[in-house]
């Protein structure tokens, strides 16, 4: 890299090393949130300049699982309100010349359509989310607009949209899985027996007969529910945010019943 002095004279610089990057480890503990640290920064974007924006889209991406880009792309006509429901794409990348992504059609609970609603009577364009410029907000706003929450709520590490969507994977995943009082070592036998080649060792198969078959079916209809809510594509990804329920509630039975931001007919 070359510079000119005020007389003219070229001066060699050399080139500055790029940022060291710094392990996910080291950036934060968890990649997910607890329910405390979630209506805290739902709080949070509640005190900001556009309040009811930010708090619908901290609100979806937790209650509907979204990943940013899903959120970023939506559209007013995706929402009924009549039904209290909305469509998502759910696709990893953009729409492209081949078409539009198949939607599902998700629930909406009482607080989220509260908070549409009100975010409705204040639209000005056809994207559910806009910027201040009455443009499609960006996906990369929404991650500064959630990091920026996260150090208002004092969450003691660096939060991204992501986390939102996988604790709200996980609170779901919790739902399926509680009324089968399986345990996590039960659900890795399950997932070994069905989802994997691994082989299970004489004293793993003892373990296996004391699975119940309404315990087995009940998984296996969990893990069915969790990739068509997601849209992931292979099963080994979705077991993840299955086995992350015991990441959220070490017991599954302490699920809080009257959780404001409750799964609507989210049920094995």
Not at 227 to 249: K, S
Request: glycine residues 4%; aromatic residues 10%; charged residues 20%.
């Amino acid at each position: 890299m070359a510079s000119t002095n005020l007389f003219g004279n070229v001066l060699l610089v050399p080139p500055s090393p790029p940022p060291k990057k710094i392990p996910f480890q080291q950036r934060r503990k968890r990649e997910f949130l607890y329910l405390h640290e979630i209506d805290a920064i739902i709080a949070a974007l509640a005190q900001t300049r556009a309040a009811t924006r930010n708090t619908a889209i901290a609100m979806l991406l937790f209650c509907q699982a979204l990943q940013p880009v899903e959120a970023c792309y939506l559209r007013w006509h995706d929402v009924d309100f009549a039904e209290n429901i909305i469509r998502v794409a759910r696709l990893r990348t953009l729409p492209t010349r081949w078409g539009q992504p198949p939607s599902n059609v998700q629930p909406l609970s009482s607080t989220e359509i509260d908070i549409l609603q009100q975010l409705h009577a204040m639209r000005g364009e056809s994207w559910l989310f806009v910027s201040e410029r009455q443009t499609r907000l960006a996906e990369r706003s929404l991650h500064h607009l959630i990091q920026q929450a996260g150090k208002s709520a004092d969450i003691p590490f660096p939060i991204h949209p992501y986390m939102l969507r996988t604790t709200g994977l996980f609170y779901r995943a919790a739902l399926l899985l509680q009324p089968t009082s399986l345990s996590l070592r039960q659900c890795c036998l399950l997932w070994n027996w069905h989802g994997t080649k691994v082989a299970l060792t004489p004293e793993q198969e003892q373990e296996y007969q004391t699975i119940t078959k309404f315990q087995e079916d009940s998984f296996l209809a969990a893990i069915r529910r969790l990739r068509a809510f997601t849209g992931i594509g292979h099963y080994q990804n979705v077991i993840d945010y299955l086995l992350g329920a015991y990441a959220l509630f070490l017991q599954l039975q302490s699920i809080p019943q009257d959780y404001w931001l409750a799964a609507i007919d989210w049920y094995a």
